[in-house]
C-alpha cells in the first residue's frame, strides 16, 4: 500500500482553506461544520481548532488569504477608463470562487451575525475599492474630466453599492456590459464637470 504523508504548513493551510469555501459555497454557512472541513482536508479536527476558534474565524481567514491583494489602478489618462479598470478587477473578485463564497455569507448569515465579518468585509472589499473610485477621481480632477468635488466617498461608493447589489439581487454575474453601463450611464455622467 502506498504511504500517504501528511500535509503540514502552508501545504494543510491551503487544504483547509479550500474545503472549507467548497464547503461554505456547496452548503452554507449554517451547514458547515469544523468537522466537515477536517474531513474534506484530510486532517484531524484538533488541527482546525488549534489555528481558529470557530468557523467564522477560519471563513475570515480563507477569504482573506483567496482575496488578491488591493490594486492601484493605473493613469490611463481618462476616468472612463480607469473607472473600467476598477470595475474589472472588481468584478473578477465578485465572479471567483471567493466572491460567490461572500455572496453565500451575505445571503445567509442575520444581522447579528454579520457583526462579525463586517470589519473584514470593510477593510478587505469596500474599503479597497472605495479608495480605488476615489484615487481615479482625484487623478481625473487634477486632469479636468471629473468636476470638482466629485471625488467624494459617496461618490465612490456607488461602485461597490451596485456590484453588491447585483450579485445579491439579480443574476450573481457581473459582466463586462453590466461594468461598461455602470460607468457610461451611471458614473461618468455623475462626476463629469
Known amino acids: 500500500m502506498p504511504v500517504v504523508s501528511r500535509k503540514r504548513g502552508k501545504a494543510l493551510e491551503a487544504a483547509i482553506f479550500d474545503a472549507a469555501l467548497e464547503l461554505l459555497t456547496s452548503g452554507g454557512f449554517a451547514r458547515m461544520t469544523m468537522e466537515g472541513v477536517a474531513g474534506a482536508a484530510q486532517t484531524g479536527k484538533a488541527a482546525l481548532y488549534r489555528r481558529w ?10 477569504l482573506d488569504a483567496t482575496l488578491p491583494p488591493p490594486t492601484a489602478i493605473p493613469d490611463l489618462g481618462s476616468v472612463r477608463g480607469e473607472l473600467l479598470q476598477v470595475m474589472q478587477v472588481y468584478a473578477s473578485v465578485m465572479n471567483s470562487r471567493v466572491g460567490n463564497a461572500m455572496r453565500v455569507l451575505m445571503a445567509e448569515l442575520d444581522h447579528e451575525q454579520a457583526k462579525n465579518f463586517r470589519e473584514f468585509l470593510q477593510g478587505r472589499v469596500l474599503g479597497p475599492s472605495t479608495s480605488a473610485v476615489l484615487a481615479v477621481l482625484r487623478r481625473g480632477a487634477e486632469r479636468g474630466d471629473v468636476r470638482p468635488g466629485a471625488a467624494d466617498p459617496l461618490v465612490a461608493d456607488v461602485v461597490p453599492a451596485m456590484m453588491l447589489y447585483r450579485a445579491k439581487l439579480c443574476t450573481g454575474r457581473i459582466d463586462r456590459e453590466f461594468c461598461e453601463r455602470l460607468v457610461d450611464e451611471v458614473l461618468v455622467p455623475l462626476v463629469r464637470p
Do not use: G, P
Request: charged share 30%.
Open 53 to 62: 476558534a470557530s468557523k467564522a474565524d477560519l471563513v475570515m481567514d480563507a
